[in-house]
Nanobody, 121 residues
Framework: QVQLVESGGGLVQPGGSLRLSCAAS????????MGWYRQAPGKQRELVAA???????NYADSVKGRFTIDRDNAANTVYLQMNSLKPEDTAVYLC???????????????WGQGTQVTVSS
């Protein structure tokens, strides 16, 4: 089994910063892309940022220049540094990873349980 465990959410004032972490553990052969999604009440889940195993990154237009995604392949961990936070960034942030558990088996999507980020004064 594979687990993704997120940490780092919380309450922050507008203009503040937070750093999210997501560690994958369990039966892992290879991790392909890792990323962060978010879902606000009444809205669809959206991709915030993703990074491939080779380090290629992509971001939602709404967070470009403010958020940075990084990964530590040795630790099977992905990070999301969020700066200049805005109230509209308030959402549950979910970690996602495309993981191959055994050689020759297809990779599957795995999700964390989510961490709440609230931006409010």
């Amino acid at each position: 089994q594979v687990q993704l465990v997120e940490s780092g959410g919380g309450l922050v004032q507008p203009g503040g910063s937070l750093r999210l972490s997501c560690a994958a553990s369990g039966s892992i052969f290879r991790i392909n892309a890792m990323g962060w999604y978010r879902q606000a009440p009444g809205k669809q889940r959206e991709l915030v940022a993703a990074v491939t195993s080779g380090g290629s990154r992509n971001y939602a237009d709404s967070v470009k220049g403010r958020f940075t995604i990084d990964r530590d392949n040795a630790a099977n961990t992905v990070y999301l540094q969020m700066n200049s936070l805005k109230p509209e960034d308030t959402a549950v942030y979910l970690c996602n990873a495309d993981i191959q558990t055994r050689w020759g088996y297809p990779a599957q999507q795995h999700w964390g349980q989510g961490t709440q980020v609230t931006v409010s004064s």
